[in-house]
């Protein structure tokens, strides 16, 4: 009998895991609201949980008209930093002396401070969308790369061997072979880049935009409002956390050896 794609001892086991940070972050917010509230510190210096929910409420028009052009730099710029990874990364793998030439360059670049290459990104191409997208694919493009390469040297030996002596060319046994041995290192270097991804597109706005994210937390702080400026840090949280969880599931549905791995695992039971 076939399994169902359902099903619930998954789903119980998926909130089991999240269940000790939904609890800690829970009591973060509980022990903040009752600091503020019995401690007589000023709103103005660190508001409440409950006022930063109210003020983000209250300004949820202003603060979704500010996130959408922080996602769409950061969707832009991420695809565009994931495609020159992947290019790159295959290019290295192929032609092993541009690793020596490349790595080194891509290393220093990784050096550069944000704070201090924002500014100078947003005078060279203005205050448009360009600069956020630069931005963002620096600082996420690195780790995707070393990922992909690492992930392709830890092919094993004897399937590159066996699949050569089948007949397969070089090509061939990169996709059959070091490309899927790649894939586990790839979705780890693709969930660190995404966090990544929203903290570039901020600090880019913070240089210079007319809409988004990073320019409303300025404004905000400009204008002594920290509860709005933690409304939007919010926000940008909550986008990060939708991104992360789309890289595990675009994970889960790209390996579904994995997924039956796992269950083997489980059918052993503990006796086994």
């Given amino acids: 009998m076939a399994s169902s794609s359902f099903n619930p001892r998954h789903l119980a ?7 000790p940070a939904v609890i800690s972050i829970g009591l973060l917010l509980v022990a903040w609201e009752l600091y503020v509230n019995h401690s007589g510190i000023k709103p103005t210096v660190l508001p409440a949980p409950s006022r930063v929910l109210e003020q983000a409420m209250l300004n949820r028009d202003a603060l979704l008209d500010n996130a959408i052009p922080t996602i769409r730099a950061t969707l832009i710029g991420f695809a565009c930093s994931l495609s020159a990874a992947f290019a790159l990364s295959m290019l290295v793998d192929f032609f092993q002396p541009l690793r020596r030439a490349l790595f080194p360059v891509f290393i220093v670049s990784q050096t550069l401070p944000l704070v201090a290459i924002a500014p100078l990104v947003v005078l060279w191409f203005g205050f448009g969308l360009t600069p956020k997208i630069m931005l963002v694919a620096l600082v996420t493009f690195f780790p995707m790369l070393v990922a992909l390469v690492q992930g392709y040297e830890a092919t094993e030996v004897e399937i590159g061997q066996m699949l050569r002596s089948m007949g397969a060319g070089r090509w061939r046994v990169f996709w059959l072979a070091r490309l899927p041995s790649a894939l586990p290192y790839f979705f780890a270097g693709l969930r660190i880049s995404i966090t990544y991804a929203v903290v570039g597109a901020i600090f880019a706005e913070y240089a210079g935009a007319a809409k988004g994210l990073g320019i409303y937390m300025l404004n905000a702080k400009n204008n002594f ?9 919010g926000v940008s949280a909550a986008l990060t956390l939708v991104l992360f969880g789309l890289t595990v599931l675009l994970q889960h549905l790209a390996m579904p050896w994995e997924r039956a791995a796992g269950r083997q695992t489980a059918g052993k039971g503990p006796h086994a």
């Fill in 13 to 19: 086991g998926l909130f089991a895991q999240a269940a």
């Fill in 225 to 233: 409002r920290p509860d709005l400026v933690l409304a939007a840090v």
